[in-house]
């Protein structure tokens, strides 16, 4: 087993690593961080669990430590990072230094030239990108990124009809609570109401797209010249993150080829990958994100409403923004990491 | 004072249309009408009344009747009409033909050729099509309809933003239950859930926009030329239609130039005529709908988040749907027939 | 295996059963019947499947068949019954006087006096009431009840307390929109609110408790002497039923006390017999309906807010209402009824 | 007029104080207050201002002070604190000791012996407790508090209720979210969910109700001997306290004598008295927060459900629990010691 850690594992995304690091058949959980306020407290103590399913027992007496290189055993084949930004900023290229290998889903760092930023079923291959890094770094450790939630939502679609030619996209979101936060969005905010703005989260999408479905020269990401405008809007459910996409592409596909391409879309054999990656709705009314968040437990990412219009392709799409958009993404750029070799 | 009556004054638009004529100024209500079911009961045992002011007292004891023309009295001035759109597809020529001028909230005929469908600060001369009309159809009385509740959330910015050459636009909307009528949209459909269809919808904003920003020759109203792709979806909120909009304009406008041309969309003076038509908002995450959707008393289009990309222009619109976006654009469109004598 | 068949299969108590009795190691589903309108139809094509998890394949290609005796197969062990209640009464009884065993969810006779109403854990011996049921009504077949979803939350926890002697209960419930079947509650209604009313529910609560509570001569239930005042709410919640609980009691029993009796209620050996029955908190603020809904796979009770107070007992209960409290409860009343021999 | 002024002016309460005072025929608002952190800023930058009205035009330029005795100018004739309850501890004391009559929504000091605890309506002779109070701290100011807004919800309508001889109350409340401040109970806490506590709630609703009850001796208030058992639920409700009531009475009223009683408890002439004081409904599914929490503006209770029981009575009641529940309640206290010439 591949011994990992969950560096900030007791907030919203931190609870879901350790809730979908329960019983993985590679990674054992040995390592995990928070606050200095609660280390030395029992993970169960530290984190006030609120999933809906139980803590996992064996790791809920497990004593939480300070997130602090030092305090992390060398023996630590592999860490998650759940950080705010501005801790991971601070503390994740101090972890790559002493050794570690980090993947992370913090924002921090996203687009720097030198870190991979993968979607395993996208990208594969940016994790190359890793050489990269550490000839210029001088890491032993390795830092790798997942997207922003939203950006992963739509991602794995679009690569998919770049076999017609992406050119331009206009995404709107309608984005759970559950992607603030624990506490981040207020109940007065967001009952019978929507906030049609989320701080930064469109130049996220807008730019990490493109580093996504760019080409790895050997040396650097080309981002994509595909042209992408976002906008983005909370809304009052509590997971899952639905899309409105209108593409326009090169050539002029059918709905039917795109629901094709989409269900044709490739998959690995990773623990966490699911199959299909992309499980096509002919219901004009789906996805919905009550309904079809947990396809593929979470990691499957749902679309429908496929059609042509007068400006080009128009359709909707879904994922669970904390487990493929976050603690998923990371742990299946972990198993990748793993198989790979990277570890 | 004009004598005035509501068909289909039983169901949620209806009522809306009793609660915004409660003291109208000019209007006076004296036919009310519903199914045969109701017919001879009073208004406050037929409608079970909803809203979250009182039943105006004065209507709650008026007899309600059948919907039918024979039924109404011949010295009705003005019939407004919120009928699900096969009875108004029956009864609403039928009433044109005995004479009667109806302004009609109910979605059929509102593409046809001879019908004016009207915003009136957007396009009041299209009203002159009743010329039209009447020749073609013989008839005394006139038949005007007023759009889609989501197309006339967009409609007005559009019509403002157009100075710069509308070339197209892709929308999403975020539609409130209301919209679907009281039991439209069921609480299991729709708690912790988005439903990304709402049928017909988008058909309706991508057609419907383009005649209401059209030329009326004095003979027809010629489209304009504009592209619309709407994408629709129905969200948990009450009362209040979010749009994003993404425009591509002939010309390039600055956001200011942008928000100076919302600011100063034209108003009229009529009672339910709000000043200004359009309230932009600087503050990036307004306008919402719980928040902004009373603007005007409900009747004004609140607009922000006006930003430029790569793309082009791209900003936030809202209404309030069951008033602006239904019973108060059809009492707008009477008041209009009223300053202009077609009554 | 024990062949069964659903009737009212296509609603949401009858998608609950569908969904529970996959992969259930006793019953193979065979007969699945609804309204007339659908018979022919294959369950995929009737029942617009509307739950989290996908449509079990093997059952989904099922014909459905009318609700009618005669189009039930001769071979059919056991039927469980999701009819609405005035259905339930013309049907059930026929099928009854044609040799089968109901198990019925339907809201009809169960305060019929010779028809037991069942909980397992709290009353297996009622069961015994089917000779009295067959002698008085000459039927080969049998009819057995579970309660109302919201007597059932409650029971389990007041059987658990009555070795204090329960005396009075006053009992406030804060209902999911569920139960009310998937269009029962409008999204109008129940947006930003709360219905204080729920036709008929209260004096469900206040009989069926004490009958269920009561005690089997042998000839008959002798209704147990603890007075029940309800009050019941719909509150915007999908699933799960929680209610407030203010007991008196014979004895003074300790917080502590109540906390034992409560988790050391009795359980069950059968498939679908949660253990423990009651998964009692210490935290004051669980259970919650969305956290605790799915304990024991959604057949547990959760417990909670023990406290003493001035007047007595005082103390929060919550079951799953369409788990627990419907399609699960026939369920398990079937269990029993297969392993005491009644089939 | 006179001179108030608002502590604590920018939170949630604070908001709805600048809001109700707002054309106020008596009250004209010279001081705002908040955290030092506030202070020089404008009221408009320094609230940012949340609720559906708009920013009253007057006191947006206003520049708020830190909530210090000091920066209060000595002309100010009534202040009302929406303070913290520990800063309210800390600093009211001192605002008295100045000479300042505060009338407080804070909870602290409410059980004080001295300290008035008024629901005008209910015990505006509790109010001659000033004179104990000045003569025991040597104070020229005065400090009145009112109620939890639990517990307004209900006591107006025990008041009525106790001409029958109130023995024993048991209550579960379904409390609305801005209860707990804008940003008080996170989205992820309560959409699809129920919490079934609320710190100090039932302890609050317990004691004080009896303190508002009670006779004022002169000297002290004798608490009334009722017994009330609080059973506190937080609910996904913007606004709107509902409760359900079951009483225990010396005499047996029917249904219609409890209605008649509580649609005849006395109002008082001030401005913001709403008249009647509790508005009865018939219908047995009202009173209902979205409905009803503006009856009155926001100043009636409003109840329903009245029914007689195996236990007694059993009614519902309801109060918007920032106007009548808070603000309101400290407004129409200053109303009440205006008229009195306490000022």
Redo the contacts between chains.
């Keep these: 087993m591949t011994s990992v850690g969950v560096l900030g594992a007791t907030g919203?995304v931190g609870q879901r690593f350790v809730q979908l690091l329960d019983g993985h058949p590679e990674f054992d959980v040995s390592v995990l961080t928070a606050s200095p306020a609660s280390a030395g407290d029992s993970y169960r103590e530290a984190a006030k669990w609120?999933?809906?399913t139980p803590i996992p027992e064996d790791v809920a007496e497990t004593t939480v430590r300070a997130t602090d290189p030092e305090e992390i055993p060398d023996d630590t084949d592999l860490l998650f990072s759940a950080l705010p930004s501005d801790v991971g900023a601070a503390v994740e290229p101090e972890l790559c230094e002493a050794g570690f290998v980090v993947s992370s889903n913090s924002s921090n760092a996203r687009t720097d030239e030198d870190v991979p930023l993968v979607i395993p079923e996208v990208n594969a291959d940016h994790l190359d990108l890793i050489d990269v890094q550490r000839d210029e770094r001088g890491w032993d450790g390795a830092l790798v990124k997942n997207p922003n939630c939203s950006t992963i939502t739509m991602v794995p679609t679009l690569a998919a009809i770049d076999e017609f030619g992406l050119e331009?996209v206009?995404v709107?979101t309608?984005q759970a609570?559950?992607g603030a936060g624990?506490?981040?969005?207020?109940?007065?905010?967001?009952?019978?109401?929507?906030?049609?703005?989320i701080g930064g989260e469109e130049a996220k999408m807008?730019t990490e797209s493109r580093k996504l479905l760019g080409e790895f020269t050997g040396a650097e990401v080309q981002y994509h010249d595909a042209?992408?405008?976002a906008?983005c809007?909370r809304?009052?459910?509590?997971d899952g993150h639905?899309e409105?996409v209108?593409v326009e592409t090169d050539d002029d596909p059918t709905p039917a080829d795109v629901a094709d391409a989409l269900a044709d879309a490739p998959t690995l054999d990773l623990p966490s990958a699911p199959d299909p990656l992309i499980r096509v709705f002919e219901e004009?009314?789906?996805?919905?994100?009550?309904?079809?968040r947990?396809a593929g437990d979470g990691m499957a990412v749902a679309a429908?409403?496929i059609q042509t219009?007068?400006?080009?392709l128009?359709y909707?799409c879904l994922a669970h923004n904390t487990i493929r958009g976050a603690a998923g993404a990371s742990v299946l750029n972990g198993e990748l990491l793993a198989s790979e070799g990277w570890l």
């Design positions: 919203a609120r999933l809906d331009r206009h709107s309608l609570v559950s624990y506490s981040g969005v207020s109940s007065m905010e967001i009952l019978d109401n929507v906030v049609p703005h807008e042209v992408v405008s906008s809007n809304v009052p459910t509590l639905l409105n209108f004009p009314d789906r996805p919905q994100p009550r309904l079809d947990m429908g409403g219009t007068d400006t080009g128009q909707n």
